[in-house]
T-cell receptor, first 114, second 112 residues
Framework: KAGVTQTPRYLIKTRGQQVTLSCSPI?????VSWYQQTPGQGLQFLFE???????NKGNFPGRFSGRQFSNSRSEMNVSTLELGDSALYLC?????????????FGEGSRLTVL | KNEVEQSPQNLTAQEGEFITINCSYS?????LHWLQQHPGGGIVSLFM???GKKKHGRLIATINIQEKHSSLHITASHPRDSAVYIC??????????????FGTGTSLTVIP
């Protein structure tokens, strides 16, 4: 069974640009959640999608957005990049059934903003 | 204010030692996760707990809901256990999705 796949694994952007990251969940998983990890702030929850609908959102500005497609694949977008957006972006998938929700993480996309 | 506190932040142990990592939280939760992150970034979910105790190989995780506290124990530690261990709590009712708060992690080094 294939795991969670994130692309691209590494990318470099400059301030002001925008970036789109992709996450393909484990087959059959309908929940995809996104996280930002930085040395200063650690892991922080960005948002979660289930059945193409955003269910929860963390405390991030509107420059961070996402969507989920009918095949459960998800993308997140960061517009007008700032230096502080340099981070490892992780996604996780789960079945999202009540009282289950074990998370399966991808390897992450490491974004560097210059 | 950090909703999830982990201790210790750093831990060095000799191979074979018994290790305990603690996690305290201040919010109502539906579940608590213990995560393991190796250098390079990949995260593996070790346990998901809503009550009691779980065991997987040399790893044991316990949670006390009343005291808002969880512990991760590693018996007979091995150098391959060297990693960052992160406690994560999922908030609220179980049907609100995967909104999480994370501890800052415990960096474990096991010396041969």
């Amino acid at each position: 069974k294939a795991g969670v796949t994130q692309t691209p694994r590494y990318l470099i952007k400059t301030r002001g640009q925008q970036v789109t990251l992709s996450c393909s969940p484990i087959s059959g998983h309908r929940s995809v959640s996104w996280y930002q990890q930085t040395p200063g702030q650690g892991l922080q929850f960005l948002f979660e999608y289930f059945s193409e609908t955003q269910r929860n959102k963390g405390n991030f500005p509107g420059r961070f957005s996402g969507r989920q497609f009918s095949n459960s694949r998800s993308e997140m977008n960061v517009s007008t990049l700032e230096l502080g957006d340099s981070a490892l972006y992780l996604c996780a998938s789960s079945l999202a059934r009540i009282n289950t929700g074990e998370l399966f993480f991808g390897e992450g996309s490491r974004l560097t903003v210059l | 204010k950090n909703e999830v506190e982990q201790s210790p932040q750093n831990l060095t142990a000799q191979e074979g030692e018994f290790i305990t990592i603690n996690c305290s939280y201040s919010v109502g939760i539906s579940a608590l996760h213990w995560l393991q992150q190796h250098p390079g970034g990949g995260i593996v979910s070790l346990f998901m707990l809503s009550s009691g105790k779980k065991k997987h190989g040399r790893l044991i995780a316990t949670i006390n809901i009343q005291e808002k506290h969880s512990s991760l124990h590693i018996t007979a530690s091995h150098p391959r256990d060297s990693a960052v261990y992160i406690c994560a709590v999922r908030l609220g009712a179980s049907n609100t999705g995967n909104q999480f708060y994370f501890g800052t992690g415990t960096s474990l080094t096991v010396i041969p």
